[in-house]
Structure formats: structure tokens, C-alpha cells
């Protein structure tokens, strides 16, 4: 089943409580998921300081200290590890793609959820609820978040199994639904030199959008190729450091609710995580209509 959500802030003044409003949003999801969730949150100055790269890891069985120090050694700079429950998250003083570069010379076996600045991806096996409190993320800033509650079907129940699934800079992906030809379309990326981290069908969507992105094309436009390429029922919500872009499959069973006022745009499963959002009272709101690409920009 799977829940998603995500919230585009507008007015600055509510940028210090996109946390709790995400928290409140991804918990109402958790009857749709409750096996594990995960997070992105843009623009957090604790978690990802200004002007600094970030990258998010896995799988690493090792001290923040350990893993700081090794990654300095490669990167030529200090490197700060917060660990947030599973995930690692790394920051320091240059661009996300040479602390990313250096990440993985340093850890070899780490998996690597997400990278770019102002971008911290969080993962986590259990209760969304008892996930967000691990994080912290009722206390997050930011100017957006993207959220996604997890009833697996198609890989087993691991952190690195939860959505989002963040395969580009800044970039990141969550998907309610399934793609019925992923073997087909992860077999065309691969021939393209797309390399992939599991067998998950989601993790094709967000390959294939970030090689869409990598080749020039907007959000828009990659996300039309995508209806015109994938099989399935699906619900997908993409967001990058500026844009937040939501679409439906032709046949649109999947459920999605999109509201809209003067300081945020949010998109949910369900209108009941939207219910508690200042002002929803006068937002329009709306049903998206199938293959039509809604998106919004800073």
C-alpha cells in the first residue's frame, strides 16, 4: 500500500517548522506503512550546514568517530558524522560530489541514500513514529521535505530498502505503487552505463529520472518520458533543491491529494495528513488527474 507526503514551504517564516509539520504528516501515513519510512528534508542548518556538501549512507557498522577520520583522510578536510538511528550523515566544507567521491573511497561497502547540499536523507526500519522521534525530526527546518511510509512488497524489509531513493544530486524519489516492466527498463539503463544498488522497482524510477535530469531534460519533461516508458500503477512525487514535482499513472488508482495555498504546497496519500497544516482551511485542493505532471519551483 505505502503512504507519501511532502511539503513545499513558501513563506520563509514556516521554514523552522517544516519538521513538525512532516513529522505530522508522515505519522498520519504510518496505517499505511508500518514496517519502516523514510525522509528528506532540504535545508536543514544543523543537519546540512550552508555551503557545505552532505551525503547520507547505510550500512556501516563502525563509531562516528572512525568514520569521520577515514573520510577526512580522503577528502583533505574535516568531515563531521552525525549518526541519525541507521543512517550516517556526513557534511564538510566542499561540494557534495567530492565528499561523496571520498565517502566511498573510504567506505567501499556503505550505501550511499542521498547527496547534495542542504539534502539529509534519513531511513529506518520500524514505526514511522518511533523513526521520526529517532531522528529528531519534529525540530528539523528547511523549505521542503518529502516523506514516504513503507509496506513492502517487492524487497525485503531493510533500512535500505525504504524510500526516498536519492540517486542524483539533490535529488530524490518516493513512489506508492509498482512498476511492472522495472526488469526490462533497469536492463536499457544498465546498457546506458546506469549502474544500480538493488533489484527494487523503485529504484529504477529514480534512476531513470535522474538520467533524464543528467541528460539536460527539466523535471517536467522527465517525468512525461517516464509515463511514456513504465508499466504499472503508480503514484510518484520527485523533488530536487528547488522543484517538487507530483504525477499519476494513466489509470490513477493509486490515491492522491494535492493542496495548495499562498505559503506551501503539499501533496499526501490521503487528505487526513494534510488536515492539520496552517491555513489548509483555504487551500485549493484537488485530485491530480493521470499523466498530468503538477511542479513547483523556488
Known amino acids: 500500500m505505502c503512504g507519501i507526503v511532502g511539503l513545499h514551504l513558501r513563506n520563509p517564516e514556516l521554514y523552522p517548522r517544516l519538521g513538525e509539520l512532516l513529522t505530522g504528516m508522515l505519522c498520519e501515513m504510518s496505517d499505511r506503512g508500518m514496517d519502516s519510512a523514510g525522509v528528506a528534508v532540504y535545508g536543514d542548518p544543523n543537519w546540512t550546514p550552508a555551503g557545505q556538501g552532505a551525503v547520507s549512507l547505510l550500512e556501516i557498522d563502525a563509531p562516528a568517530d572512525e568514520v569521520a577520520a577515514a573520510v577526512s583522510e580522503k577528502a583533505g578536510v574535516a568531515v563531521n558524522v552525525r549518526i541519525l538511528d541507521a543512517t550516517y550523515l556526513l557534511t564538510a566544507a566542499i561540494d557534495s560530489d567530492a565528499l561523496l567521491a571520498a565517502a566511498r573511497e573510504a567506505l567501499p561497502n556503505a550505501l550511499v541514500v542521498g547527496f547534495g547540499s542542504d539534502l539529509a536523507v534519513l531511513k529506518g ?151 492539520h497544516l496552517p491555513g489548509v482551511e483555504n487551500a485549493k485542493i484537488w485530485e491530480p488527474e493521470p499523466e498530468v505532471v503538477y511542479a513547483w519551483s523556488r
Open 125 to 275: 526500519v520500524g514505526a514511522p513514529r518511533t523513526l521520526a522521534e529517532a531522528w529528531g525530526l519534529p525540530k528539523a527546518q528547511g523549505w521542503q521535505g518529502v516523506g514516504h511510509t513503507r509496506m513492502a512488497t517487492e524487497s525485503a524489509v531493510t533500512p535500505a530498502g525504504c524510500h526516498p531513493y536519492a540517486v542524483g544530486t539533490g535529488q530524490c524519489l518516493v513512489h506508492n505503487g509498482s512498476f511492472s516492466n522495472h526488469a526490462t527498463v533497469r536492463r536499457d539503463l544498465r546498457r546506458e552505463g546506469v549502474t544500480f544498488d538493488s533489484e527494487n522497482d523503485t529504484e529504477v524510477g529514480a534512476r531513470f529520472v535522474a538520467h533524464q535530469l543528467a541528460q539536460g531534460r527539466d523535471v517536467e519533461t522527465a517525468l512525461k518520458e517516464l509515463c511514456a516508458t513504465f508499466d504499472g500503477f503508480y503514484t510518484l512525487l520527485v523533488s530536487n533543491h528547488d522543484s517538487f514535482a507530483v504525477v499519476r499513472d494513466a489509470i490513477s488508482c493509486k490515491p492522491a491529494v494535492i493542496a495548495e495555498t499562498p505559503d506551501w504546497v503539499a501533496m499526501a496519500s490521503e487528505y487526513r495528513a494534510l488536515a
